[in-house]
């Protein structure tokens, strides 16, 4: 009885102790994160020009209109560009790098860890005027270079063209990268040393400690990493395709959901419309989580 | 023998890889100093990487500084910044704690609900966002953007929290039980410094993010006293728009840039120390 | 015990959620219909037209008046000049200037709330007069318009060189404050200095665009990529009148989404004109991933012979114009041999939110504006032609304008109404004309999405 008692107050201070911990964030994330957005899933089944008083429910119809859009699929492939364009040079050049850093006792590193971050402190406005010099067809960095090696004068339009989504990819890559770095690094570090240790009386060459040891034991820093970039681009890369190429490019060229959904909100005045575009972000982002959580939770068995 | 080749060979070509990438790094802003001091003519007939030619033009500068009052915008955002990063790493290093550590029911729904925040374009609330902000008369204030940007870190923060709260070993509560500690204790003397590699890791982050943010505080402040640097830019950047100015808009971004080059420097100690030593401690 | 407890917790925490969001949804939806009774009464007060519409002098105006206006390139002296008179005037009104760049976009959300400023000037990237119109933001001043007088006693309507579009037949929901003129430009000491005659129609710019590129000194033609609303307005639309007989009831049929405008006869023959030019190679290859200014830059430095712009690109290059750069502009470029210029003009207007909470002191403000002093001081601060009837000869009008209000004075010339469409057709058509003249679609595949976006939007409007 008296057990049970004791036992009971534990757990009313367990509890009150997670409630404590729990509700002020989530009270404040409720009021100005959540409801906000579901209003606007909400507005995605009405037909609403914004500007307009008038509210007409209109089922799914935003969603029906979304199937007939011939720039939907456009958009949905240049995010997906993005995404595993931007996974594969995040994670091989983190990887790298911060094998690099911590394995190699290369002389310099702390200054390299240092300079590596810096593109990460800019904002993404700044990185987009830059870039978008550097890819300026006549005065630009990367045209000046080419003409000055060939000796002739070369002016291909970089962000005018069809497949000018590729050329979104260095500039998202060179902004973000640092951030990658630093995580795997703390990840490689967390490793205990005596493992390293261990394996070098074994005789393990550099590969296969970074295959056994490495790689196995800071899988959860790179499937963090990943997850965090398939998220921040699918929901974000649209303040670099607006910076950089306006209003998508050429055609649409390097038009991407978010972006999209913009220009239908603010530009058409079809906020509706553009709801409807952010319900499908979140299907695809959800989709596309779950499944590489599951994808790299199979390989991870297989590497250890 | 055999091993030591191959071994000063990858050596050889991550030193060469890290010094291309430091190059490639850098030299954006050497560029963007370059041509902060060349005027229009120099700027559109010269190559990029041409010097500017003497006298510099250090009017770029002083124009830029004093058209655009930027020492008001810096306090404005560096505020905002430090308010709100704060209360973004208390809110999300104790829900994310309670996620990692306690059994309770609901906990995964919570979890994935902070989780799906990240998914959705933040501007698909916008407007939602707009009236209940202008409702509580939290428009045009420093306090409507430091609650939204509070609210828009923790999700991120929470993320990545709860991964090294998880990772902590079990015996750590159990010792602080037996040690008489309560769960506030535990939590405040024992877990949180153990989390701080992450918990810096991702404050910076936030700080970055919040620093800068763009879309949210364009929308919810419009008296151009309020404005954050971000937005400075941005509106400075669409007046160049009109008025073509490359020298003044290189060393607009100089400016722009400098003050947060200036804050990593002086903490990139802290921060990548920080995270170096708490992750060996873990 | 204990998971009774767990179970009535979290179902706690799942009402307490439940009750935030609920509350959290009725406390706007009783906002929301508080505040539309408030504006209605207010709205309809506004519509009625007797009161103010005489001549504002003497009327004792007080409260908050809001004004929104973009600026962009023809500057904010203009504005901050006729504000500083009007406050003079009124002193008792609190005047808010709500003004910028970005001044589009920062106000959207407030448009769409329904709390928008009084006035607004409706210009720049991010604005569209009938889309305000058709989403029912802005005040009706059909009968207003008819009688109202300007600060001098003169009817409004008589100041105007353009009378107000009507977005919606009859209507009248805003005046015409800027009239200035697409076209295509060129150097004119280059020309001279190269024995170049400037092209009289197409065939002439053909010759001229292959001695040109013989030449290899720069392409032929640069246009911005980024906004191609620019050669819309410089080279597709002139061309689409001069290729219609310069009959220009045809903007009239686009203006009204009629089926079938985009695939008739004139349009393919103006779009026959830009395949011309891109099979001949005249389009600078940079051009797709240019801004205005870029590729006004580029041309200032004579890498590119022709640019289709707008009459302020000479007050907004001041600072880039090397010495010596002579503006020579052409209405049009694309007409037949010995037909007439077809001048596409480029009109701004101003306009009263239908939810004004002062729309006297708008209306006010609205006449203030339209006398014949304000047009020269326009031009003369803007560099720049204005709406506003007024005799610029003795004025210090910039020579751009001077000679671009010969070509609208001279019997070779035909003017023709501004195309003005959904926003949503608008991107389409730069999206496509873009297309175009890289090469990546043909003309039929133009029309084709042409005409199907506009059914599309032709299908909602009529719904």
Known sequence: ??????????????????????????????????????????????????????????????????????????????DYILVFGKIIGFMLISVFFAVALTRFNIKGSGFYRTIFFIPNVLSVVVVGVLWRYVYNPNVGFLNSA????????????????????????????????????????????????????????DGASQWRQFRLITLPLSWEQIKTSVLWIVMTTLSGSFVIVTIMTFEGGVDNATQVMGSYLYMNAYKFGKFSYGSAIGVLILILSFITTVALQKLMNRENIELT | MKRRTKFSGSRWLMQSSLFLWALGVLYPVVWTVLSALKDNPQFLLGRPWNLPDLPLIWSNFSYVWEKYSFGHYFVNSLVITIVSTLLGALLSATTAYVIARYAFRGSGLLYYSYLSYMMIPAFLGMIPLFFLMDDLYLTNRALGLIIIYTVTAVPFAVFVLVGFF????????????????????????????????????????????????????????????KYTIPVAIAVMQSEMQYRTEWGPLFAALLVSMGPVLLFYMIFQRKITGGITAGAVKG | MSRLFRKTMTWGSVLLMLTLVLSACGGSKEKGSESSPAASPKASESAKPSESASAPEGVKLTGDFEIQYFVGGYGDAWWKEVIGEFQQLHPDLKIKESAGPKINDQMKPRWIQGSPPDFVYIDGAGSNTRQMVTDDQLLDLTDWFKTAQNSDGKLLSDMLIAQPEEYQAGKVHAVPLVFGSWGTFYDKALFKDKGWEAPKDFESFLALGDKIKADGQMSVYIHTGVYPYYINGGLLDPAIVAMNGYDTSIVKKINSLEAGVWSSEPVKKALDKIVQMRDKGFFDKGSPALNHTDSQSQWLQ????????????????????????????????????????????????????????????????????????????????????????????????????????????????????????????????????????????TTEEWIDRMEKATEKIRSKENK
């Open chain 1, 1 to 78: 009885m008296n057990n049970a008692k004791r036992a009971g107050s534990a757990r009313m201070k367990r509890n009150v102790f997670i409630l404590s911990f729990i509700l002020p964030t989530l009270l404040l994330y409720l009021v100005f994160g959540i409801y906000p957005l579901f209003k606007g899933i909400y507005l995605s089944l009405f037909d609403w020009s914004g500007g307009s008083e008038t509210y007409n429910f209109i089922g799914l119809d935003n969603f029906k209109e979304m199937m007939n859009d011939d720039v939907i699929p456009k958009t949905i492939r240049n």
């Open chain 3, 302 to 441: 004579h890498k590119a012979a022709f640019i289709p712009n707008g009459l302020w690109v000479e007050s907004e290059m001041a600072n880039d114009t090397p010495a010596g750069f002579d503006f020579g502009f052409l209405p049009s470029i694309t007409q037949d041999n010995g037909g007439k210029y077809v001048a596409n003009p480029y009109v701004a207007t101003v306009a009263i939110a239908k939810k004004a909470k002062n729309p006297d002191a708008a209306k006010a403000f609205l006449q203030f504006l339209y006398t014949e002093a304000h047009g020269k001081s326009w031009a003369e601060l803007s560099k720049a032609p204005s709406n506003i009837k007024a005799d610029l000869e003795a004025t210090n009008a910039p020579a751009l304008t001077k000679e671009a209000s010969r070509f609208y004075n001279s019997d070779s010339t035909v003017v023709s109404p501004e195309v003005v469409i959904p926003e949503e057709l608008v991107t389409e058509r730069n999206n496509a004309t873009l297309a175009l003249t890289k090469g990546d679609i």
């Open chain 2, 166 to 225: 998880k990772q902590l070993p079990k015996e750590l509560e159990e010792s602080a039980a037996i040690d008489g500690a309560s769960h506030y204790g535990t939590f405040f003397r024992i877990m949180l410094p153990l989390v701080k590699p992450g918990l810096v890791s991702v404050s910076i982050i936030t700080v970055l993010n919040i620093w800068n943010e763009y879309i949210f505080a364009l929308v919810l402040v419009n008296d151009p006293t």
């Open chain 1, 146 to 201: 080419i003409s000055a090696i060939t000796g002739k004068t070369y002016d291909f339009a970089w962000l005018g063209d069809k497949w000018s989504i590729f050329a979104l990819l260095p500039p998202s890559i060179w902004a973000g990268v640092g951030f990658t770095i630093i995580l795997m690094i703390a990840g490689i570090l967390a490793i205990p040393s005596s493992l390293y240790e261990a394996a070098e009386i």
